[in-house]
């Protein structure tokens, strides 16, 4: 197929999508539904299939600079993957890109876009595929796994393709300029204006969201022209992999060298993921992890753009509310989601020490406490339900602070294990609440289902604790409970100053650490969790510049 | 007048200029030509007089932090400006500004753009009185301070708004999300966007082209909301003091702090660059000047974005012509105007060693050297027309320069001085070209009227140097002659793969050292020449991040 059709084929979707993210109304173009009705009858048992396919085995892809193999990754649900993936030899993998990467900085913006879209497509039919990988990688139950590693990650991929291209285009390719000159003849030039990438972008995954934090960077450097090394963590591998050979595939088919997208596989004992950061070669990285790794890439690799998500911990703040139900209900799910492992999960919780008041009146601190305690101890008291919405841990050292922070004398609601059926040794623990006791023993990020209930003076103190955390130890979420409209307002504005998203009173189908592509933007780049935003203008325009050529005619 | 009423004012000068940066056809928002049809009768008479009354007086600036005066100003037209700014305490500065800068974050982008748009259109007004300024301070020659000093930077400060403009209007104020839930009621959610600015944005001025090279970075980042401190360079302090009053006054009339725009003059002596931007207030850094002070700006100014626009070595590269004499005329003009102190002024030209072919038959190398020296010794041959494209050297060490490598054996046209009537003291220089002998000799940039004829083994060697000299020594301008178009294209995807933009067989009124606002990029942001261009949404898009609220409706 010829790469202007794979654009005109997909041209409707980009539109649809530049359209919604200039709206912010409601759209999706990956149905989010896990149905056979949308993804075929037989998608579920193949996607099955498919992931039973990889297990124990070496999983090829024929790229350059291959020196052995590598993996070790454990599903968080009790087996090994045992499989093996290409290792590479850093340094000659770049070399090879670069040597190689010019005919797709020279393919024209709708070819590449074309491409892009093309591979998301492909992604998209391979959902329950992903969703499988992803859930025996990063522990995320079957659903979410489904839907955040596949639609709504290729949500995110769609959306960078749709910022980059709007702003590639934004400079047409030929312009005609004519300068009066009085009653001489005009001056007439004929302009080019061509996108040229920077170079290799580096994506360095995660292994709680393999999928859904590498989309962005990965598309965003691929549709702007660069050539793709993608890094996964050595505990989330297959998802990425899957993906690069998708990529691969459809840049073959359309006549490009596939080494313009390459795995570069590692492990925890010979990671790869500095000397990949420093090439000179390398003028992108987007990475998501921890805030150690993340601020280094930041002061050395300083040939690179860097785009990070690191660390952050997230607030709420309970002030009064109209609905005590309906928010501990909200509270409890979001706390449980997904064990607290993602980067939007609320870890501190404020109530002030003089309690708050509801419909039904006045409730204590202790009463509040106990009652998001009972909340969280109840939705999760069926095993079955539980590990739905749980699922299982996805690191050792989760698994260990729960237990550390469990032996305490501040426990509100303490961990259990949850056993799932057909999977005996999964790491599956209920979320552990804490009272904090100071301000030290809240305020660095307790990654996983740990949060603190924590007694300030008033909302107003509240609003000043958060306002700190968030300037000194970021945050990607924020949300507030209150019947006051001035208090609301009073947080939106500490909000504004301090640059961090805020969520007013979910009590229903929210939640404040979900966000939908399209119209909700992933963190801001303006506190200390994150340098960028998922997906702006100004997570793309830099990935590329215009040269220019201009001649008389 | 209501901050909505002044939006309403310029709005289609700004829907003008955002057609025209799409398009890149040629407009322009400010007059070039010096008429008194346009600026007024008197208006040369008063900007004479207006620049006149500023001098051997305090220039007084109603604004926080001031400690005494400073200023130092000397016209290379020679005479002392004995004008004293308002010294100011940096720290103290900082912390005053920091303290006042939420009014103008909060204001509406309307509000912002308005105001934007009428300091360009009072600072259009008095482009005489900036003419005289930026003359008397870099000693561009009359004509050019008006056109590159007035309606030239002002263009390229609506560009800046422009950019910013469209980029924050991207996102609406106001979202309906409403998300179906099968059959049960939607989700609806109504979520609020803002636009909220970095912080302090610190503008550090160059000595040659104080307003042009400022004004992009000062308007992008003061439409988007963040308060600007200008630091002029102790050279030329006049024009950006000027322009900081308008903004100052506009500000006020409007309601807002003027500190939202403030001017930090300073010495040699007593330089406050450092210390400005390596406050934690300032979140932005736009730089013109040095490689030095800019790759200092860049390695420690970390908690700052920085756009730099440091030296490079731009090339010519001469293949071959079917138009030799307006070749040589158009080079000619390039190497006199301004004496060859612009960032895009060619300092090396590569011939082939073997000479080249033009409609006249072939040249020797020696030829076409000396035809040049001739056209630029011909051009300058008058000394009233040479002083009006010349101007005066603008600082000691360029005078120095030229003394210095006019010493060699290699000078194939000397640089002589040019006096002018009424200006003694004028510190006027014809160029001076020289023959290379080997590539350390015209390596490293050499500013101001210094240039070298290259002898290369043929075109193909010409292509590689160059293309090695912008990768290594950075370059905003490259142009070519040559009459094959296969010459022509190879030119052009190495002026790609390496990121310069490129002018073909300039043999008219358009130089190669001259870009059009709104249609040409000044710089591409992707050799080590400069970060940035001029201007583009890179240049604009992460000078604000948006925050959003959320909340069921």
């Given at each position: 197929?010829?790469?202007?059709?794979?654009?005109?084929?997909?041209?409707?979707?980009?539109?649809?999508?530049?359209?919604?993210?200039?709206?912010?109304?409601?759209?999706?173009?990956?149905?989010?539904?896990?149905?056979?009705?949308?993804?075929?009858?037989?998608?579920?048992?193949?996607?099955?299939?498919?992931?039973?396919?990889?297990?124990?085995?070496?999983?090829?892809?024929?790229?350059?600079?291959?020196?052995?193999?590598?993996?070790?990754?454990?599903?968080?649900?009790?087996?090994?993957?045992?499989?093996?993936?290409?290792?590479?030899?850093?340094?000659?993998?770049?070399?090879?890109?670069?040597?190689?990467?010019?005919?797709?900085?020279?393919?024209?913006?709708?070819?590449?876009?074309g491409i892009c879209l093309e591979i998301l497509n492909r992604i998209n039919k391979r959902s329950f595929e992903m969703a499988f990988a992803v859930m025996h990688t990063t522990g995320q139950a079957f659903m979410m796994a489904f839907q955040a590693g596949g639609p709504h990650a290729q949500d995110r991929g769609l959306e960078a393709v749709?910022?980059?291209?709007?702003?590639?285009?934004?400079?047409?390719?030929?312009?005609?300029?004519?300068?009066?000159?009085?009653?001489?003849d005009p001056l007439v030039m004929e302009?080019?204006?061509?996108?040229?990438?920077?170079?290799?972008?580096?994506v360095i995954g995660c292994s709680t969201f393999p999928t859904w934090n590498s989309y962005p960077g990965l598309f965003a450097s691929l549709v702007t022209g660069n050539a793709v090394i993608v890094k996964p963590h050595p505990g989330g591998i297959l998802p990425l992999a899957i993906t690069v050979e998708i990529c691969r595939d459809v840049l073959s088919e359309e006549?490009?060298?596939?080494?313009?997208?390459?795995?570069?596989?590692?492990?925890?004992?010979?990671?790869?993921?500095?000397?990949?950061?420093?090439?000179?070669?390398?003028?992108?990285?987007?990475?998501?992890?921890?805030?150690?790794?993340?601020?280094?890439l930041e002061d050395n690799a300083r040939q690179a753009l860097v785009y990070t998500e690191k660390a952050g911990v997230n607030c709420v703040i309970i002030d009064s509310t109209d609905n005590f139900r309906g928010m501990i209900g909200n509270l409890a799910f979001t706390l449980s989601l997904y064990s607290g492992q993602m980067c939007t999960t609320p870890q501190n919780i404020f109530i002030p020490e003089g309690g708050i008041e509801t419909e039904d009146g006045h409730k204590s601190f202790d009463e509040v406490a106990a009652a998001l305690a009972t909340g969280v101890e109840k939705l999760n008291g069926d095993d079955a339900r539980a590990s739905a919405i749980l699922g299982a841990i996805q690191?050792?050292?989760?698994?260990?602070?729960?237990?550390?922070?469990?032996?305490?004398?501040?426990?509100?609601?303490?961990?259990?294990?949850?056993?799932?059926?057909?999977?005996?040794?999964?790491?599956?623990?209920?979320?552990l609440i804490l009272k904090a006791t100071d301000e030290s023993s809240y305020t660095a990020e307790l990654f996983g289902p740990i949060s603190f209930v924590v007694p300030s003076k008033d909302t107003a103190d509240s609003l000043k604790i958060v306002e700190n955390s968030v300037k000194n130890h970021g945050a990607i979420s924020f949300g507030i409970y209150s019947a006051s409209d001035e208090v609301l307002d009073a947080a939106e504005d500490m909000a504004c100053r301090v640059g961090v998203a805020i969520s007013f009173?979910?009590?229903?189908?929210?939640?404040?650490?979900?966000?939908?592509?399209?119209?909700?933007?992933?963190?801001?780049?303006?506190?200390?969790?994150?340098?960028?935003a998922l997906s702006d203008t100004a997570y793309v325009s830099n990935r590329?510049?215009?040269v220019q050529s201009r001649k008389h005619i």
């Open positions: 197929m010829s790469q202007s059709s794979l654009f005109e084929r997909h041209k409707d979707t980009l539109e649809r999508a530049i359209t919604a993210s200039r709206t912010r109304e409601y759209w999706t173009a990956y149905p989010e539904i896990a149905s056979p009705k949308i993804y075929g009858e037989n998608a579920s048992a193949d996607g099955e299939a498919a992931f039973k396919s990889y297990l124990n085995k070496d999983f090829t892809i024929d790229q350059p600079a291959v020196t052995g193999t590598v993996g070790s990754e454990r599903s968080p649900y009790g087996f090994d993957l045992g499989i093996n993936y290409p290792k590479v030899d850093a340094a000659a993998l770049i070399s090879e890109v670069e040597a190689i990467r010019q005919d797709w900085a020279k393919a024209s913006i709708e070819a590449r876009t749709v910022y980059a291209y709007e702003d590639m285009t934004r400079t047409p390719a030929v312009a005609r300029w004519e300068k009066p000159q009085g009653k001489r302009k080019h204006f061509t996108v040229i990438p920077r170079g290799i972008g580096l006549g490009f060298n596939p080494n313009i997208v390459t795995l570069a596989a590692d492990s925890a004992e010979a990671p790869l993921a500095k000397e990949l950061a420093l090439a000179p070669e390398v003028k992108l990285i987007d990475f998501t992890g921890s805030t150690t790794f993340g601020n280094w690191s050792k050292a989760t698994l260990e602070r729960i237990g550390e922070y469990g032996k305490g004398d501040n426990v509100i609601l303490p961990s259990r294990s949850v056993p799932m059926d057909g999977f005996d040794g999964a790491t599956i623990q209920t979320p009173n979910l009590t229903g189908g929210v939640y404040v650490n979900q966000t939908a592509a399209f119209s909700d933007f992933h963190a801001t780049g303006c506190n200390p969790a994150a340098n960028a590329y510049r215009v």
